[in-house]
């Protein structure tokens, strides 16, 4: 098994920055395309970034110029700084990953649990 835990969430004020990263840990052998997804209750959650394994990026149109994902291949990381924060970027960011875990044939997509960006003066 393979775990994806979020960490870097929580309260900033307007224009601030957060910084979130995910780590994965457990039977891993390779990972593919990473990135973040985010969540308001009541809505459909919806692609933040994207970052593939040769790190080609895409963003949404919404956070284009103030967030920028990375990832650390030797550690199996993918981080999102997050600058100039909006209110409406509030919602739950969870983090995920096409891996290929030890015991499984081919790549399948694993999430973390999520981490809470409340933006709010």
């Known amino acids: 098994q393979v775990q994806f835990v979020e960490s870097g969430g929580g309260l900033v004020q307007p224009g601030r920055s957060l910084r979130l990263s995910c780590g994965a840990s457990g039977s891993l052998l390779s990972l593919g395309i990473m990135g973040w997804h985010r969540q308001v209750p009541g809505n459909e959650r919806e692609l933040v970034a994207t970052?593939?394994?040769?790190?080609?990026?895409n963003y949404r149109d919404s956070v284009k110029g103030r967030f920028t994902i990375s990832r650390d291949n030797s550690k199996n990381t993918v981080s999102l700084q997050m600058n100039n924060l909006k209110p409406e970027d509030t919602a739950v960011y969870y983090c995920?990953?096409?891996?290929?875990?030890?015991?499984?044939?081919?790549?399948?997509?694993?999430w973390g649990q999520g981490t809470q960006v409340t933006v709010a003066a």
């Open positions: 970052i593939s394994s040769d790190s080609i990026t």
């Open positions: 995920f990953a096409n891996a290929l875990i030890r015991g499984r044939t081919g790549f399948s997509a694993y």
